[in-house]
């Protein structure tokens, strides 16, 4: 008779494996969810490696098997926000050829979703200025958009560069003021209008562009709710 792995069966020490492995995959998910709320809370300077141990219940000697200084932490949040954007933006916007409607469903999902979730939204603002990663993965998608939008007609303006500066900022500029507590009904609405006219979009067109109704399917919250902290030594995990 072969032996179990020889047929393929999990063994005993192949299954210790395997939930050592989904421990420690919990438990780094929950110090990048507790270095999100920092970030959102306070901003990316303001974090300290002992109150992210306090923040997502472990030991400070647990924050170290995973993350050796704060610019490691920036780091691998940077790259987790920077693939959500990217596949949030892709989702919304798969089955649509117009780069120009591309674009506006992609502000528009931005500002609504930082509108839904606060927490996403101050950690996006607040390490979009300080991680490449999250500027190119938001670069790269205008980018496709605006090149098709120009080929298609629809688009005319003098740098694609600034083109790609112009809608960044001015999004994350909206999410910021709505965070900051301005929140103007159809604000989502009436910004999209006025990039699609910086672009170069005829007035009438923008118009109706911005007004579209958006996907029926809503994105998925960037972050999960964290526990209260306990009173207490935080315990150790992981």
């Known amino acids: 008779m072969l032996p179990d792995t020889d047929m393929g069966l999990i063994t005993e020490e192949d299954q210790k494996l395997t939930r050592g492995y989904k421990k420690k995959a919990r438990t780094r998910q929950a110090l990048l969810n507790a270095a999100l709320n920092i970030y959102a809370e306070k901003g990316v300077s303001e974090l300290l490696l002992n109150e992210l141990a306090e923040k ?29 954007l990217s596949d949030q933006i892709t989702k919304f916007s798969q089955g649509i050829e117009s780069g120009a409607e591309r674009l506006a469903i992609g502000v528009r999902m931005f500002i609504r979703e930082g509108r839904r ?29 605006l090149q098709l939008g120009s080929r298609q007609g629809m688009f005319n303006y003098g740098s694609e560069a600034i083109a790609v500066t112009l809608v960044a900022s001015a999004t994350t500029g909206m999410m910021a003021a709505i965070l900051d507590g301005y929140d103007q009904l159809g604000a989502d609405v009436i910004l999209t209008e006025m990039l699609l006219l910086g672009l170069g979009v005829d007035a009438v067109e923008a118009h109706r562009i911005a007004h579209l109704p ?14 209260k902290p306990k009173r207490g030594r935080p315990r150790n995990s992981g």
């Open 56 to 84: 997502a219940e472990v030991s400070n000697g647990t924050v170290y098997n995973y993350f050796r200084s704060r610019e490691a932490v920036l780091e691998a949040v940077g790259m987790e926000l920077a693939d959500k």
């Open 117 to 145: 979730d606060r927490i996403w939204a101050g950690a996006v603002v607040n390490i979009f200025q300080y991680d490449s990663r999250i500027r190119t993965a938001v670069a790269n998608n205008l980018r496709g958009d």
């Open 214 to 227: 958006l996907p029926e399917t809503e994105p998925q919250s960037s972050t999960v709710p964290t526990k």
